[in-house]
């Protein structure tokens, strides 16, 4: 049964940016330029930017105290280790180190990791469970392949993915951080699902939410990921279910990023 209590007007919307492995160092200077112009007043709405992680400093230097992003952006990463302590984890990047050099927020469980680096849904949860600890908001990526939607088995599969994080952490500590549907299929196609059928999606996993937490279910951000483009991200955003989005291909181009956050704000 889907959750059918009317939700109070209590989440602000959450735009993400996320990079993936673009961008180099001589082109940061005219994106932060770019989103300094295009996001002058940020007004109900919080913008993230996950750049690779070598350009984190950077970034953070670039929209910290004193800039001209200075509580407008807010700094995430791509990804964090589940180790929780220093050790010999060659290549892996703590959440508290994250902390340390000024990230806010960290994805989890993208699609492109799970699939190309073998992330297990409980790996996964481990690493939602290490950012919530370094005081991190993480957001967790959920959603079916095309093979999967096919053969019915769509909704069981955001609900396993899910019910890894809510067995690990509780229904609470869940809502400390957001959950981005991202319907593997339509991540850098160019090919989006309808606003009807994502709105499905975020209402079953809502209601899961809300088996363990009727006030997690309220409070949580629940984010569309998928080919989001300044051109449909307001029929996205008209879903009362759809919280924001998690932008691939589109958060590349500071204008299109600074449309995508103006039709949440329009909303």
């Known amino acids: 049964m889907l959750y059918?209590?009317?939700?109070?007007?209590?989440?602000?919307?959450?735009?993400v940016a996320n990079w993936k492995m673009?961008?180099?160092?001589?082109?940061?200077?005219?994106?932060?330029s770019g989103l300094a112009a295009g996001l002058r007043v940020v007004d109900g709405v919080d913008c993230v930017v996950c750049p690779p992680a070598p350009y984190l400093t950077i970034f953070d230097a670039q929209m910290g105290p004193g800039t001209a992003l200075d509580g407008r952006v807010e700094l995430g990463a791509q990804d964090c280790s589940p180790e929780t302590g220093d050790g010999?984890?060659?290549?892996?990047?703590?959440?508290?180190?994250?902390?340390?050099v000024?990230?806010?927020?960290?994805?989890?469980?993208?699609?492109?990791?799970?699939?190309?680096?073998?992330?297990?849904?409980?790996?996964?949860?481990?690493?939602f469970d290490a950012a919530l600890e370094a005081g991190l908001s993480p957001i967790l990526c959920v959603g079916e392949s095309e093979a999967q939607r096919d053969a019915g088995d769509a909704e069981a599969r955001v609900r396993a993915q899910?019910?890894?994080?809510?067995?690990?952490?509780?229904?609470?500590?869940?809502?400390?951080?957001?959950?981005?549907?991202?319907?593997?299929?339509?991540i850098g196609s160019g090919k989006a699902a309808t606003p009807e059928a994502a709105e499905v999606m975020h209402r079953v996993?809502?209601?899961?939410?809300?088996?363990?937490?009727?006030?997690?279910?309220?409070?949580?951000?629940?984010?569309?990921?998928?080919?989001?483009k300044p051109g449909n991200a307001a029929?996205?955003?008209?879903?009362?279910?759809i919280d924001g989005a998690l932008v691939g291909g589109a958060c590349l181009d500071p204008a299109d990023f600074c449309a995508i956050v103006a039709a949440a704000q329009a909303v």
Do not use: N
């Not at 000024?102 to 690493?127: M, P």
């Not at 996993?205 to 990921?225: D, K, M, Q």
């Open 235 to 241: 029929d996205f955003f008209a879903v009362p279910d």
């Open 205 to 228: 996993l809502r209601a899961r939410i809300a088996e363990r937490s009727t006030a997690a279910a309220e409070a949580v951000c629940i984010l569309y990921g998928g080919s989001v």
């Open 162 to 186: 899910l019910d890894a994080v809510l067995d690990r952490v509780g229904g609470e500590r869940l809502a400390q951080g957001a959950v981005a549907y991202e319907p593997i299929w339509a």
């Open 88 to 100: 010999a984890y060659t290549g892996e990047i703590a959440a508290a180190m994250l902390a340390d």
């Open 4 to 15: 059918t209590v009317v939700y109070p007007l209590m989440r602000t919307p959450l735009v």
């Open 102 to 127: 000024g990230c806010r927020r960290v994805i989890v469980g993208h699609s492109e990791r799970r699939r190309r680096q073998g992330e297990t849904d409980r790996l996964v949860a481990a690493k």
């Open 22 to 32: 673009h961008g180099r160092a001589a082109v940061l200077d005219a994106y932060v």
